[in-house]
């Protein structure tokens, strides 16, 4: 069957290109390091990466609607391909300065910021014409095959900078980005009619409340979760057992998310989507607060893979409510906006995050994260269910395609 072919080629190369990333997480600043002697400038490609990708509500809005087909992305692998080229091209020769950095994350992030929701909307596509609801197990598999590569990715990677294979670790990731371009090609998806409007990401939350909602609660799990890596670096080393804590956190977070996405798929066709997001990141919140108050390796461990697992589920409520409701460019639209939400999110919250902790303590920081984040998803749920008039849940597009379909077979 050519959509199942189509997605196994999609998330094969998802798989080889976020291993990769995880390797390069390990190497590069090592690499930079060793270059150029700035610890400054070991965060520098990740840092501008992320700036494109922040203002692609902007620049993107048209230029994503673009990316509507394998052979697109690929002419997008070979753009990244070169941006991450050019850091090991110039350590080759001893030319690696802060304007090669620069270069080099300003046009990943301008093509990341494009790549990834085009990619995540072709997988989308695929599972539309595969099946009902195929699209939200792809999307769920997507994300579940990044979160394998966040537990076995930085240790293979550790080791292969052991065995001296620091500055190969580079060339692998651009190498593994070109050829998950060179697997989409061929494959098709949702060929938006040309338009004189192309759909914002602003308005295409229009008519779509559950969206919005769900990227509030997320949103605020993203801006808090810089109390997670770096709180347990800090009671490690505080403790004197530097990593001990954060290994236990991640180990158990790994797991956890890996067994929420097999548990997911079920769970998210058997409840109202929106109402189960809000929970999902209500139940983090609250590991946050377990991990702040039992500060042992076992229990966050423990506590870890909880969040992981409840993670994954909101993640998955919300795939749902933006693949059932939505199609073509307005897809794409919601995709990329989701993308923005998150980065945002993350990038203001590692910002503060270290002045947060040396001022309040790390357990105190993930106690008030945790209590941030099941607040505000708490708040989502409350007004959800009383949004619409006469406090009835407020509806989908999605909801409101089902109405009419079974009022039109009642007429038949």
Same mark, same amino acid.
């Given at each position: 069957?050519?959509?199942?072919?189509?997605?196994?080629?999609?998330?094969?190369?998802?798989?080889?290109?976020?291993?990769?990333?995880?390797?390069?997480?390990?190497?590069?600043?090592?690499?930079?390091?060793?270059?150029?002697?700035?610890?400054?400038?070991?965060?520098?490609?990740?840092?501008?990466?992320?700036?494109?990708?922040?203002?692609?509500?902007?620049?993107?809005?048209?230029?994503?609607?673009?990316?509507?087909?394998?052979?697109?992305?690929?002419?997008?692998?070979?753009?990244?391909?070169?941006?991450?080229?050019?850091?090991?091209?110039?350590?080759?020769?001893?030319?690696?300065?802060?304007?090669?950095?620069?270069?080099?994350?300003?046009?990943?992030?301008?093509?990341?910021?494009?790549?990834?929701?085009?990619?995540?909307?072709?997988?989308?596509?695929?599972?539309?014409?595969?099946?009902?609801?195929?699209?939200?197990?792809?999307?769920?598999?997507?994300?579940?095959?990044?979160?394998?590569?966040?537990?076995?990715?930085?240790?293979?990677?550790?080791?292969?900078?052991?065995?001296?294979?620091?500055?190969?670790?580079?060339?692998?990731?651009?190498? #593994?980005? &070109?050829?998950? %371009?060179?697997? /989409? @090609?061929?494959? +098709?998806?949702? =060929? !938006?009619? $040309?338009? *004189?409007?192309?759909?914002?990401?602003?308005?295409?939350?229009?008519?779509?409340?559950?969206?919005?909602?769900?990227?509030?609660?997320?949103?605020?799990?993203?801006?808090?979760?810089?109390?997670?890596?770096?709180?347990?670096?800090?009671?490690?080393?505080?403790?004197?057992?530097?990593?001990?804590?954060?290994?236990?956190?991640?180990?158990?977070?790994?797991?956890?998310?890996?067994?929420?996405?097999?548990?997911?798929?079920?769970?998210?066709?058997?409840?109202?989507?929106?109402?189960?997001?809000?929970?999902?990141?209500?139940?983090?919140?609250?590991?946050?607060?377990?991990?702040?108050?039992?500060?042992?390796?076992?229990?966050?461990?423990?506590?870890?893979?909880?969040?992981? #697992?409840? &993670?994954?589920? %909101?993640?998955? /409520? @919300?795939?749902? +409510?933006?693949? =059932? !409701?939505? $199609?073509? *460019?307005?897809?794409?639209?919601?995709?990329?906006?989701?993308?923005?939400?998150?980065?945002?999110?993350?990038?203001?919250?590692?910002?503060?995050?270290?002045?947060?902790?040396?001022?309040?303590?790390?357990?105190?920081?993930?106690?008030?994260?945790?209590?941030?984040?099941?607040?505000?998803?708490?708040?989502?749920?409350?007004?959800?269910?009383?949004?619409?008039?006469?406090?009835?849940?407020?509806?989908?597009?999605?909801?409101?395609?089902?109405?009419?379909?079974?009022?039109?077979?009642?007429?038949?």
């Amino acid at each position: 069957m050519k959509a199942r072919r189509d997605a196994l080629f999609l998330l094969a190369g998802s798989c080889s290109a976020d291993l990769a990333v995880r390797f390069t997480q390990v190497a590069l600043p090592l690499v930079v390091l060793q270059q150029t002697g700035s610890v400054a400038a070991t965060g520098l490609a990740g840092g501008c990466a992320g700036i494109p990708v922040l203002l692609s509500p902007w620049w993107a809005r048209r230029a994503r609607q673009w990316v509507d087909s394998g052979t697109r992305l690929a002419i997008l692998a070979v753009v990244q391909a070169a941006a991450l080229a050019m850091v090991p091209a110039a350590a080759m020769f001893g030319l690696l300065q802060a304007w090669v950095l620069v270069a080099s994350g300003l046009l990943l992030g301008c093509g990341d910021a494009l790549s990834s929701p085009g990619r995540s909307a072709l997988l989308a596509d695929i599972g539309d014409r595969w099946g009902p609801d195929r699209a939200v197990v792809l999307l769920t598999w997507q994300d579940g095959i990044r979160r394998v590569g966040m537990v076995v990715g930085a240790p293979l990677g550790a080791l292969a900078v052991a065995a001296g294979f620091t500055d190969a670790l580079l060339w692998v990731e651009a190498v #593994a980005v &070109l050829m998950a %371009g060179l697997l /989409a @090609i061929g494959i +098709v998806g949702e =060929r !938006s009619p $040309a338009m *004189a409007v192309v759909p914002s990401i602003r308005g295409s939350l229009a008519g779509r409340p559950d969206v919005l909602y769900g990227w509030i609660a997320r949103g605020t799990g993203s801006f808090t979760w810089f109390a997670f890596p770096l709180g347990l670096s800090v009671i490690g080393a505080e403790r004197g057992r530097p990593g001990v804590y954060l290994a236990a956190g991640m180990s158990g977070y790994g797991l956890g998310s890996v067994v929420g996405t097999m548990a997911s798929l079920a769970v998210v066709r058997r409840f109202s989507p929106a109402p189960l997001a809000a929970l999902a990141w209500t139940l983090m919140g609250l590991c946050w607060i377990g991990m702040g108050i039992w500060t042992t390796p076992a229990a966050i461990a423990g506590v870890a893979a909880l969040s992981g #697992a409840t &993670l994954v589920l %909101g993640i998955a /409520a @919300i795939s749902v +409510v933006i693949t =059932r !409701s939505s $199609a073509g *460019a307005e897809r794409r639209a919601l995709l990329s906006g989701q993308a923005v939400v998150v980065n945002a999110g993350s990038a203001a919250g590692l910002l503060i995050g270290g002045p947060v902790i040396a001022a309040a303590g790390a357990e105190h920081t993930l106690v008030g994260s945790g209590l941030l984040t099941a607040l505000v998803a708490l708040g989502v749920l409350i007004r959800r269910k009383s949004a619409a008039p006469g406090g009835r849940p407020c509806e989908t597009a999605d909801h409101v395609r089902e109405d009419r379909d079974h009022h039109a077979r009642r007429a038949a």
